[in-house]
């Protein structure tokens, strides 16, 4: 019973439409008697809604569950497992972090230790957006128009020489990120140390976590980039997002 009411809502899932009790049940293997049962059921439950056409889709219940479950998952939970083969492919640091107000927060980390070099990007860390690859993110799905509005507010205060901390010379980092999909830190938030970062996105497309792997600035090899938007991208779908559901950045410059 359970498999055959799975196979119903699979197949609505599939239709942005409502779907005939025809259709349904030759899509599912199943006599339209016993669809019907079935969406009789699920229709009970709010699973499912019934139009006057006697055409179905899925119901509201669905959306309140998936809110429910949402509001309860850690997208930590879904990146861990990624984070632990990304630093088992690398040797490197890998970072999970969020954004709050103007600056990045990094909540999880996985890494051997077997660096000298410090790489200061512990749990509980916080440094403004435009000094990091994953900070830098979240200033492109803003768009540049309120790229200018935090710059205003930050001043674009430097960590250290190699920080970009003009808005011409960031605008033109961010349209780079825009194209390749991935971002970069070129030693702008600490002396000898690089990262990549690529966007972790929900099931809706929102932007809510960056993933980043940080390494001294000799160890750094360019196809990590590649490697660590590919290792967004897993977690992202497995959060629910759907392939080619993502954003890769706002609009250019106005």
């Known amino acids: 019973m359970i498999e055959r009411m799975t196979r119903l809502l699979d197949e609505l899932a599939e239709h942005p439409e409502a779907v005939g009790l025809k ?55 879904f990146a861990l497992p990624v984070m632990r083969e990304l630093h088992a492919q690398t040797g490197e640091t890998v970072n999970l972090s969020v954004r709050h107000d103007d600056e990045i927060v990094y909540v999880e980390r996985t890494s051997s230790g077997r660096s000298a070099m410090r790489i200061v990007h512990m749990i509980g860390a916080r440094a403004p957006l435009h000094v990091t690859a994953a900070g830098k993110l979240f200033l492109l799905e803003d768009g540049f128009a309120k790229l200018r509005d935090y710059a205003r507010r930050t001043g674009l205060a430097p ?59 000799d160890r750094m090899k360019p196809q990590w980039g590649p490697l660590v938007k590919e290792a967004a991208e897993r977690i992202s779908h497995a959060m629910g997002l759907r392939p080619g559901a993502g954003r890769s950045g706002r609009q250019g410059r106005t």
């Open 23 to 77: 259709q349904l049940a030759q899509a599912t293997a199943l006599h339209p008697s016993t669809a019907h049962r079935i969406l009789a059921a699920l229709c009970a439950a709010r699973f499912v809604d019934r139009l006057e056409a006697g055409n179905y889709r899925l119901g509201m219940r669905l959306l309140e569950l998936g809110a429910l479950v949402r509001s309860r998952i850690d997208v930590r939970e």
């Open 159 to 217: 960590h250290n020489r190699n920080s970009l901390s003009s808005l011409p010379l960031l605008e033109r980092d961010l349209e780079r990120i825009q194209r390749q999909g991935w971002a970069t830190d070129n030693e702008e938030t600490e002396i000898g140390v690089r990262c990549v970062a690529a966007p972790v996105r929900d099931e809706s497309g929102r932007l809510v976590a960056a993933l980043s792997l940080s390494t001294p600035a």
